[in-house]
């Protein structure tokens, strides 16, 4: 049984991508996602990860410095370095989702990457990086996800892809074909 669809806001629409960006992040001391979007549409995304063709984390086990784990560039990191890899997308004006506040690293190159807006889903660590980020003139919001789009989004993937027929199209000259 189909569930009837929930047609989601950006902002549910971004961080659910987000979501499923950072299952593809590598070291498990936190599994981080970022969207970079620029007039709703996606320049990049981005997960911790090592940079490519390196050692990851769950492979390697972490690198740890500091009780930190440096052997990963971040979520938000990588999706500014997507963004320069791709090219021909400017990130200034740009909105950032990103599933965890950034750290004060990460918010740094958001500020100097130009990007006005930052969507966080929830707060990591860094409670004062909210105000750093407002010194910078950047607008960042803590998210809230509407409830209908909550349970439409968590049965989505419990169902096949639907099935649709595709329509007969009729040309006016069939017998030519
Ligand atoms: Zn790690
Ligand atoms: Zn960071």
Redesign the pocket.
């Known amino acids: 049984m189909e569930t009837s669809a929930v047609r989601p806001s950006w902002d549910d629409y971004f961080m659910a991508i987000a979501r499923i960006v950072a299952t593809r992040a590598s070291c498990d001391r936190l599994h981080?996602g970022a969207v970079l979007v620029n007039n709703n549409r996606i320049v990049s995304t981005g997960y911790?990860g090592s940079p490519p063709g390196l050692e990851q984390c769950d492979e390697s086990g972490h690198l740890l410095e500091d009780g930190h784990c440096v052997r990963t560039i971040?979520?938000?990191?990588n999706a500014l370095l997507q963004a320069a890899i791709i090219g021909g997308a400017s990130t200034k004006g740009s909105t950032l989702y990103s599933l965890y506040s950034?750290?004060?690293?990460?918010?740094k190159?958001i500020i100097a990457a130009g990007i006005t807006r930052v969507v966080i889903g929830k707060i990591y660590r860094n409670s004062d990086i909210q105000a750093y980020l407002a010194e910078a003139g950047i607008e960042s919001t803590v998210y809230s996800s509407a409830p209908e789009w909550n349970t439409y989004i968590s049965q989505l993937f419990q169902q096949e892809i639907a099935h649709r027929e595709a329509p007969r199209v009729k040309l006016n000259n069939d017998d030519t074909v």
């Open positions: 981080a911790n971040h979520g938000e990191h950034p750290c004060i690293h990460c918010a190159y």
